[in-house]
């Protein structure tokens, strides 16, 4: 007959080999990545949208605007168009500004300093439905985090004190 301690790993084994991992795919971006959130050059004042381009968004995903002296601003399309910082749907001028994409369609992203975003300081994202994520091939920049193994953690836990 098999110790109580041989059972328990042979049924942990069992569990360890049965459960396929799970792939979290929410991803942090930094806004323009090196440069930060700034005034881009006056030749470039494309420069946030070229760079968003170049991304896929989805729901969960987090982007980061890292500034000095600025703020950021979530507008609507009409506002974003018109460079107008007076309805602002989310405001933040901590110089470290997440922001959670909780929703797919547009959002638009404008400096709420005078005169920055009327020299490019804004941005459109555009978070992809759930069923385009799973369709396309996945971004360069996006690495897929394993979600932690709590559950096997749980089992062992109480495989080791029952």
Known sequence: MESPFNIR???LFTIFS???LIHVSCFEFQVGDRAG???PPTNHTK???DWASEKRFKIGDII??????DSVMEVSETEYKNCNTTRPTFFSN???TIFTLDRHGFFYFISGSFGHCQRGQKIII???E???VKNATSSASRNPTILSYKFFVIVFVFLCLA
Do not use: E, H
Request: a positive charge; aromatic letters at 18%.
């Open 94 to 96: 901590t110089g470290d």
């Open 18 to 20: 049965s459960v396929t």
């Open 64 to 69: 980061r605007f890292n500034y000095r002296k």
């Open 130 to 132: 759930q069923d385009q």
């Open 126 to 128: 555009r978070v992809v």
């Open 47 to 49: 420069f946030y949208n």
């Open 37 to 39: 959130w700034i005034v």
């Open 9 to 11: 790993v042979m049924l």
